[in-house]
């Protein structure tokens, strides 16, 4: 068998080439080439002969649910898909400012008042400056171990003396390492920093946090390379200038994706929003037209929110299209269905669109309240103020039942609301002594809610 040439591969896009050469000429990238050991044939000296057998088991093999510290915040357990997994690795990321250090400081305190033994890692503050929070907080009695420190040896030296059980580090950018050449932040740095954490909580038994921000420059390397090494990623997000703040579980290995826990910052930091729904709603002012609320599902809980549509001749050439809080993709195909279906056009208008509060809705159930707050926007008729909408619009125009039906109008009952307007065909059950609507189409619901059209 002929001994096969060494190969050679750009590490920035992958193209192999016969030799080496200072620039890549798939990518253009320099000194991005490495020599490669070539495949193996598969031969008589394969890898096949020199491993272990590795036991198997088959999937009936009885495993007990990992058992799981409650931090006794609910909004966080809840999230964390009902407490915290011991040697779970989680990623919190989100905008800088936002209050993730405030969050995992709190969280810290809880867990040590239940029993877990925590070490906080700052990389970011002084311990004394994170004392002072705590002291703002109220948490100063609270038996955490605070440390300030970025480098990574120093910090795995000490977890393997101290054996917490959770080791929040804060945060993942201002971590290094003295084997990799490259500044704290970079991608390599980060990704690097991160695999030797989740590596010793695996190995070890320590659940790790660690805290990831989000920035939009190129530069510093955000928490998406780190998404997948970790078993649970949280996104904390809110607007500024709001108080609400979001915790979205974005992937669990040990629970539901996409729950949600609300939090209000407030001036002795994060408090729990129980009942997010009449949060939500709180600020709603007078019937006014271009207002509707959906009745949303987020996780496992519904919540009801208000969609706002404002409608204005346009001075410009194209149109405003302005979105905050839905896909603007979404809004595009709503506008166009209401022209091609229902003969409504929206051209030389103006079209901004809203979700109070500042929260963000995925959901397509929520197309039907968009198209009320449109239509309520431009044909200023408000929509009756105890009315809830939802339902998904399809690009014929019809209106497709939703899931979770049950739980929307039983959330909307419960804060007082006497009506909803729903597709055809849903499953409303009890329909919680609310008047429904069942609209087959959206020609239907403009000619009931807006006369004609
Ligand atoms: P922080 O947790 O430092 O954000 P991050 O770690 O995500 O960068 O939170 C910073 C903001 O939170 C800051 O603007 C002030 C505000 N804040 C309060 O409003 N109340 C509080 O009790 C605390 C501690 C912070
Ligand atoms: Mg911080």
């Known amino acids: ?223 998406r390379v780190v998404e997948h090494m970790v078993d649970t990623v949280l996104y904390f997000e809110g607007e500024r200038g709001h108080q609400f703040r979001i915790l979205r579980a974005v992937k669990n290995r040990f629970g539901p994706a996409d729950e949600i826990g609300v939090f209000e910052m407030t001036g002795d930091g994060l408090a729990q929003v129980l009942n997010p729904s009449a949060l939500f709603l709180s600020d709603r002012d007078r019937p006014a037209s271009g207002s509707a609320v959906f009745a949303g599902i987020e996780g496992t809980r519904p919540v009801l929110t208000e969609i706002q549509a404002l409608v204005a001749p346009s001075t410009l050439g194209t149109p405003r299209r302005t979105v905050v809080g839905l896909d603007s993709g979404r809004l595009s195909t709503i506008l166009a269905v209401l022209e091609a279906r229902c003969g409504i056009p929206f051209t030389g208008l103006d079209v901004f669109l809203n979700v109070a509060g500042g929260l963000r809705v995925n959901e397509p159930a929520a197309d039907l309240a968009v198209a009320g707050a449109l239509l309520s926007a431009r044909e200023d008729v408000a929509i009756p103020p105890d009315m809830v909408l939802f339902g998904e619009i399809s690009l014929s125009g019809a209106l497709r039942p939703v899931g979770q039906t049950e739980n929307r109008l039983k959330e909307a009952s419960k804060l007082g609301f006497q009506q909803a307007t729903v597709p055809s065909r849903s499953k409303t059950g009890t329909a919680e002594g609310m008047r429904i609507r069942e609209m087959a189409d959206l020609t239907a619901f403009v000619g009931e809610m807006f006369g004609a059209g």
Request: aromatic share 4%.
């Open 1 to 223: 068998m002929s001994k096969s040439s060494p190969i050679f591969v750009c590490n920035s896009c992958g193209t192999a080439h016969k030799k080496w050469q200072g620039r890549c000429e798939g990518c253009g990238a320099w000194n991005s080439i490495v020599e490669e050991a070539p495949l193996s044939d598969g031969g008589p000296k394969a890898l096949r002969s020199k491993g272990r057998t590795i036991v198997l088991s088959d999937l009936a093999t009885q495993e007990d649910p990992p058992p799981r510290a409650s931090s006794g915040i609910d909004e966080l357990d809840r999230v964390l898909g009902g407490g915290l997994v011991p040697a779970s690795a989680i990623l919190v990321g989100g905008d800088p400012g936002i209050g993730k250090s405030t969050l995992l400081l709190q969280a810290a305190a809880s867990f040590a008042r239940n029993g877990l033994k925590c070490l906080y890692i700052s990389g970011e503050e002084a311990t004394a400056q994170v004392r002072m929070r705590a002291q703002r907080l109220g948490l100063q009695n609270a038996p955490v171990s605070l440390g300030a420190e970025t480098n990574l040896r120093d910090i795995l030296t000490t977890l393997d003396a101290e054996r917490p059980a959770l080791a929040i580090i804060d945060s993942i950018q201002t971590m290094w390492l003295d084997t990799v050449e490259a500044a704290p932040g970079s991608v390599s740095q980060v990704r690097a920093s991160a695999h030797e954490l989740v590596t010793f909580a695996k190995r070890r038994g320590v659940a790790i946090i660690l805290v990831g921000h989000v920035t939009k420059e190129g530069q510093i390397a955000g928490p």
